[in-house]
């Protein structure tokens, strides 16, 4: 009995409706917490935090195939929340669409590859959980470079870069003690992914549709 009730728990239809109802969530949240305290907003409308909870959601998904998808349905309700409440709030400007797009678009495509490595971590075999342990830690070493060396906000940043080293500490120990052969690749891959991470930040928002606006 008990197993059945797992297996209905773990449709499609489920999985995906929970996935996309949280990213609703994230979405309002982001866009009510502007303006109340430092912390909090930049704790919702920070890059990292919309991916690491996608990474959590795809931990939690027992199918890889629906964890990968769901990732994407996550990061697409997300945006489509935060910009929908934006413009009830009147707050959506001349060149939201073109954002809206491009972040729609990013969010397709980390989406699926967090959610992948949320599971891959948890449930995954080999190496290849070293592999996704990086890919997860280096969101938040990318962003944290981000704010550092193009937004000049050095306290954010270091705050960003020491929970990155952290998180990749954390994850690194929790793949050794769970046997991974080459778990030091967790440690070894996260700064090099951080950097790629922030190059690809880097490079929407001082793109054509987001630089201009």
């Known amino acids: 009995m008990v197993t059945g009730t797992a ?3 773990d449709t499609p239809a489920i999985v995906l409706t929970a996935t996309a109802a949280f990213g609703l969530v994230l979405g309002w949240a982001t866009y ?6 430092p912390l909090l907003e930049r704790a919702t409308n920070s890059i990292s935090t ?3 909870w996608t990474a959590v959601a795809g931990a939690l998904i027992r199918v890889r195939r629906l ?17 929908a409440v934006s413009t009830l709030g009147n707050t959506f400007g001349a060149g939201g669409l073109g954002t809206a797009a491009v972040w729609s678009v990013a969010g397709l495509v980390g989406g699926p590859l967090l959610g992948w490595a949320g599971w ?13 342990g990086a890919v ?5 070493l990318g962003e944290g470079a981000w704010l550092g060396l193009t937004l000049h906000y050095w306290g954010e940043a270091a705050v960003f870069l020491i929970v990155g080293a952290l998180l990749t500490a954390l994850l ?3 793949l050794a003690r769970a046997g991974v052969r080459r778990y030091w690749l967790c440690t070894v891959l996260a700064p090099v992914g951080g950097l790629a991470f922030y190059l690809a930040e880097k490079g929407i928002l001082d793109g054509p549709l987001l630089g201009s606006v």
């Open 32 to 37: 009510a917490l502007h303006g109340t305290t």
């Open 172 to 174: 690194t120990a929790c």
């Open 136 to 140: 997860i830690a280096m969101v938040v």
């Open 50 to 52: 919309w991916i690491i």
């Open 7 to 9: 297996s209905r728990h």
């Open 120 to 132: 891959t971590v948890r449930r995954g075999r080999g190496d290849l959980r070293a592999v996704a």
């Open 67 to 83: 964890a990968a998808w769901g990732g994407g349905l996550m990061m697409l309700a997300t945006c489509g929340s935060y910009y």
